[in-house]
């Protein structure tokens, strides 16, 4: 049965029935994006491009190759390697960041303003609940990536000249390819950022305070990150969601190589997994006092 | 209390079936293989009549050499990208290497056919490019946008064939089938390797006959290496080396993926992007007028060429002081990568053991550091 189905009211005798759940979901993103915060948070990573691209302009010494953040040398060059630039400084603290105050705050934000027993009252049931929480945080990591290609891609137009890409293996592709590639890069940071959002869901069901889980959240990013550097733990690296963040490279040589893609996927879902199912465990036992 | 507690049932069962999954996936792709027995020699025919051309695959590679870790832009630092001198360029090359044995690198293979390949080092955020496209050899790198230009001479595969060819009519006339020469090859080998043919396995999703060679000298340090070969098309796909007393390989390159459709032929046309810095270099040319000079500077050489001392496994290389070059000392690598030791200062690794006389004198070989001190002395 198709979701959108609305079932007829007699049938729905079970309190957690399908069919208010887009409603449900239609709110929570209203609200999330209504946000002064969201908004604040939006702009914020829009002017990370907008920083490095009017840096570059003003500044009368010109890079030499391999100097400075990957690819900022073309930028004088190229405008289009602005959002990528933007993409590889953003991805190790800001992305983490914002989506750690946006997934911190899903259920503990709620418990926190006490108006959880609200939404709980009508015949949602905690797991459409979740659910929902979650599908939000999860359209928030896609807006933010977006929102730093977009803006790159803007601004890079705006201050330099825009012609055929150099991928990093030294072939030409066309504007039209590079902006696919860089929608691309922008999906995989998405979908790099699901599994950072699902513990943040997590974390955010242990707890009345927002604060405290939008701080646990990134601590646990940055935590992740430093045990990725650490040589004697390489066993471990592969499976740490932070491992493939900075592997979308990939999809900037030729011909595309999606195998990182398909990698980061399969850890992403796993901790998707595991911690969906913690964070369902610990909601659905939990007394919900406020 | 019985439905908290139920509920409390995917919290430990998700996160169960993950790990199992996480775990029997490699083992699924580890299941034993059994292919029809095959002895040495079969499967030295069996590489000599490789039917592959053209594939497109992963490559990866790893070691654990137990090199000291180094930083290698202090040998790098002093070489500008496009303007290496000779002796600068020495160094960087030195540098490159020593970066491509240590740690893991991972690498894509394009070939398509006899005279197009290509290779990419798939680095951080960047990328090396080795291109060969008939007479045409690019290198590209990515981190400093700099394209070099090698043209092969056009002869250079004719000269190579009959070079060949001038090699196989000395060739004793029982070598004329590649089965003789396998025999002859195995004969060669006896004295120093026992060569088997190991467990059959499976290497980037094919099934492999596993070629080993084993020394049966005990006074070096390989303890074996085997050479994994692609039971249909004959193509090695895997050559792993271990070392004396290490569990984990020293040195391990194989394919982790591979495909035998031939790549797209538009990968070898390689064009230098804009603004990319190019640099022309031409061969030296390998034809018979320019042998005359070669021979003239072997000769003015021959005092100072490499004495090669023992043989098979345990042979020791020794470079005469002349023709060490002076600046090798300086260089900050060197210093880094050795320890002092008696005599002289050594390189150690899990496979390779160099030894710096303190006279000059340079000894290298797959033995033990006291063997190279013994040959100093």
């Given at each position: 049965m198709s979701s959108s189905d609305v079932p007829p009211p007699e049938n729905d005798v079970n309190p957690t029935h399908r069919g208010v759940g887009w409603d449900l979901l239609g709110s929570e993103i209203m609200v999330l994006f209504r946000r002064r915060r969201t908004w604040a948070m939006l702009v914020a990573l829009a002017l990370i491009p907008i920083l490095l691209a009017v840096a570059v302009r003003l500044s009368s010494s010109t890079l030499d190759p391999g100097e400075g953040p990957p690819f900022l040398d073309r930028v004088s060059q190229n405008g289009l390697f602005v959002g990528f630039t933007a993409m590889v400084v953003a991805i190790p603290l800001f992305l983490p960041l914002t989506i750690g105050v946006v997934a911190g705050d899903t259920i503990a934000g709620e418990a926190g303003l006490g108006t959880l027993r609200y939404l709980l009252v009508a015949p949602a049931g905690r797991v459409r609940l979740l659910l929902v929480k979650y599908t939000g945080a999860a359209l928030f990591c896609l807006v933010a990536s977006l929102t730093l290609t977009v803006s790159g891609a803007l601004i890079g137009a705006a201050l330099f000249p825009v012609g055929p890409v150099t991928l990093l293996s030294g072939d030409t592709v066309s504007v039209t390819e590079s902006l696919l590639r860089s929608l691309l890069v922008a999906a995989y940071v998405t979908v790099s950022l699901l599994g950072l959002s699902m513990i943040g869901l997590f974390i955010s069901t242990l707890t009345d305070v927002p604060v405290g889980a939008m701080a646990a959240t990134i601590v646990v990013s940055v935590v992740a990150q430093i045990l990725d550097i650490i040589p004697q733990l390489s066993w471990l690296h592969p499976w740490l969601f932070s491992h493939y963040w900075l592997g979308f490279a990939d999809l900037l040589r030729q011909p595309l190589d999606l195998g990182s893609f398909g990698q980061n996927a399969v850890v992403q879902v796993c901790y998707a997994a595991v911690f969906g199912s913690l964070a369902y465990s610990r909601f659905v036992t939990k007394d919900i006092l406020s | 209390m019985s439905h908290i507690s139920l509920r409390w049932l995917p919290a430990l069962v998700v996160p169960a079936v993950v790990v199992c999954a996480v775990v029997a996936v490699?083992?699924?792709?580890?299941?034993?293989?059994?292919?029809?027995?095959?002895?040495?020699?079969?499967?030295?025919?069996?590489?000599?009549?490789?039917?592959?051309?053209?594939?497109?695959?992963?490559?990866?590679?790893?070691?654990?050499?137990?090199?000291?870790?180094?930083?290698?832009?202090?040998?790098?630092?002093?070489?500008?990208?496009?303007?290496?001198?000779?002796?600068?360029?020495?160094?960087?090359?030195?540098?490159?290497?020593?970066?491509?044995?240590?740690?893991?690198?991972?690498?894509?293979?394009?070939?398509?056919?006899?005279?197009?390949?290509?290779?990419?080092?798939?680095?951080?955020?960047?990328?090396?490019?080795?291109?060969?496209?008939?007479?045409?050899?690019?290198?590209?790198?990515?981190?400093?946008?700099?394209?070099?230009?090698?043209?092969?001479?056009?002869?250079?595969?004719?000269?190579?064939?009959?070079?060949?060819?001038?090699?196989?009519?000395?060739?004793?006339?029982?070598?004329?089938?590649?089965?003789?020469?396998?025999?002859?090859?195995?004969?060669?080998?006896?004295?120093?390797?026992?060569?088997?043919?190991?467990?059959?396995?499976?290497?980037?999703?094919?099934?492999?006959?596993?070629?080993?060679?084993?020394?049966?000298?005990?006074?070096?340090?390989?303890?074996?290496?085997?050479?994994?070969?692609?039971?249909?098309?004959?193509?090695?796909?895997?050559?792993?080396?271990?070392?004396?007393?290490?569990?984990?390989?020293?040195?391990?390159?194989?394919?982790?993926?591979?495909?035998?459709?031939?790549?797209?032929?538009?990968?070898?046309?390689?064009?230098?992007?804009?603004?990319?810095?190019?640099?022309?270099?031409?061969?030296?040319?390998?034809?018979?007028?320019?042998?005359?000079?070669?021979?003239?500077?072997?000769?003015?050489?021959?005092?100072?060429?490499?004495?090669?001392?023992?043989?098979?496994?345990?042979?020791?290389?020794?470079?005469?002081?002349?023709?060490?070059?002076?600046?090798?000392?300086?260089?900050?690598?060197?210093?880094q990568l050795t320890t002092a030791v008696d005599g002289g200062r050594a390189l150690t690794t899990s496979l390779l053991t160099v030894f710096l006389a303190s006279d000059g004198r340079v000894f290298a070989g797959a033995v033990p550091l006291a063997q190279l001190q013994t040959a100093a002395e």
């Open positions: - | 490699p083992l699924q792709a580890g299941a034993a293989v059994d292919l029809p027995d095959k002895t040495p020699q079969q499967v030295l025919l069996l590489v000599n009549d490789s039917t592959a051309s053209a594939f497109a695959g992963t490559v990866a590679q790893s070691s654990d050499l137990g090199l000291p870790s180094v930083d290698l832009s202090a040998g790098m630092s002093n070489v500008a990208p496009g303007q290496a001198s000779s002796g600068e360029g020495s160094a960087g090359a030195l540098s490159t290497v020593l970066e491509l044995l240590s740690g893991s690198h991972e690498f894509r293979v394009y070939v398509g056919g006899e005279t197009q390949s290509r290779v990419q080092v798939k680095d951080r955020m960047a990328e090396r490019d080795v291109i060969h496209n008939g007479s045409d050899v690019w290198l590209y790198d990515s981190n400093s946008n700099a394209a070099t230009h090698l043209t092969l001479p056009a002869d250079l595969a004719a000269t190579a064939e009959a070079k060949f060819a001038e090699l196989q009519s000395q060739l004793p006339a029982d070598l004329s089938t590649p089965a003789q020469l396998a025999e002859r090859f195995l004969g060669e080998l006896d004295p120093s390797t026992a060569v088997s043919v190991g467990t059959d396995a499976r290497v980037a999703g094919r099934s492999v006959y596993q070629l080993v060679l084993t020394p049966k000298v005990t006074d070096t340090l390989v303890a074996s290496v085997s050479i994994a070969v692609d039971s249909e098309t004959g193509l090695p796909l895997q050559v792993t080396v271990l070392a004396q007393g290490q569990s984990a390989p020293a040195f391990q390159v194989g394919f982790t993926a591979i495909d035998f459709a031939a790549p797209n032929a538009a990968l070898f046309n390689f064009v230098p992007p804009a603004g990319a810095t190019v640099n022309e270099q031409v061969m030296p040319d390998l034809s018979d007028d320019t042998a005359g000079d070669h021979a003239a500077d072997h000769s003015a050489a021959a005092g100072e060429a490499p004495v090669v001392t023992g043989t098979g496994w345990s042979a020791i290389i020794e470079v005469p002081a002349t023709a060490v070059p002076a600046k090798l000392g300086d260089n900050p690598l060197i210093d």
